[in-house]
């Protein structure tokens, strides 16, 4: 690892590793966020489709998940044990967040699962992460900021990006699990017939933020990965430090 890289964490949600929808998206996106570091086998549905495995290809290195604060690297007065220990905190005092039944849509260029209603308890959920986890974040690099630029941002989201390290936050924020890459107009029908085939079975439950994960990456070519897990409304953890 060079000595300048500091590990990164992310606060998502992601089903149980055994939920139907969780083993759907190994399958699509061939990778299992939860089996550790050093695990990346695309299983054999993806590793006979190249295509598939391009299309999928950043949905795939940051593992199936909805994003409630995007990646950040630990203040240096900081450690990811008392990141933990916040969040182990933080989930207990909340009860789960309601999601509702899903959607395959659009958005942009690309396909992802999102409400089918609007919640705005949603919302304010998302932005108390934010504003409570802060704390932990240090300043985006100046590399960082560069990149984050390449993206069209309007004035509001330019401005969040410098205050709180992501233009996606707040009146921003919109609940989605990514499923593609942008995916060319010509082969979109295509793609959501696959993705409705794989998908659509599943969308119906009265789905609900339930647990907070911790994912990690430890190094700039690493996947993320679920590194802990911890219970909305309990103080129980789901899953230890890989």
């Given amino acids: 690892m060079p000595e300048s890289f500091s590990p990164r964490y992310a606060i998502y949600y992601t089903p149980a590793p055994d939920h139907p929808l969780t083993v759907a998206a190994r399958a699509w996106l061939g990778r299992d966020s939860f089996a550790g570091g ?13 295509v598939r495995g391009t299309l999928t290809a950043a949905p795939r290195h940051y ?15 900081r450690t990811v044990e008392e990141l933990e220990r916040a969040l182990r905190t933080f989930a207990a005092a909340w009860p ?18 999102v409400p089918v209603s609007s919640i705005p308890t949603l919302h304010g959920f998302a932005s108390h992460i934010v504003e409570e986890f802060d704390r932990f974040r240090a300043p985006l690099t100046q590399d ?6 390449r993206s069209p941002l309007d004035d509001i989201e330019t401005t969040q990006l410098v205050r709180w390290g992501y233009p996606y936050v707040f009146d921003r924020f919109r609940f989605h699990m990514t499923l593609t ?9 295509d793609v959501r017939e696959e993705l ?8 119906l439950e009265d789905y609900a933020i339930d647990a907070l ?15 802990s897990q911890f219970v909305l409304g ?5 899953k230890e430090a890989v």
């Fill in 38 to 50: 050093a695990h990346r086998a695309h299983v054999e549905s993806v590793a006979a489709d190249p």
């Fill in 213 to 227: 994960s911790l994912f990690t990456q430890e190094r700039p070519s690493a996947d993320f990965v679920v590194r």
């Fill in 181 to 189: 890459d942008q995916v060319p107009a010509e082969r979109r029908a």
């Fill in 234 to 238: 309990s103080r129980a953890l789901l």
């Fill in 96 to 113: 789960p967040c309601p999601i509702g039944p899903l959607k395959i849509d659009m958005l942009g260029s690309f396909f992802a699962l």
């Fill in 196 to 203: 409705d085939a794989i998908f659509g079975p599943l969308l």
């Fill in 63 to 77: 593992g199936f998940h909805a994003t409630l604060m995007a990646p950040f690297r630990l203040r240096q007065d």
């Fill in 144 to 149: 960082e900021f560069q990149r984050r630029l």
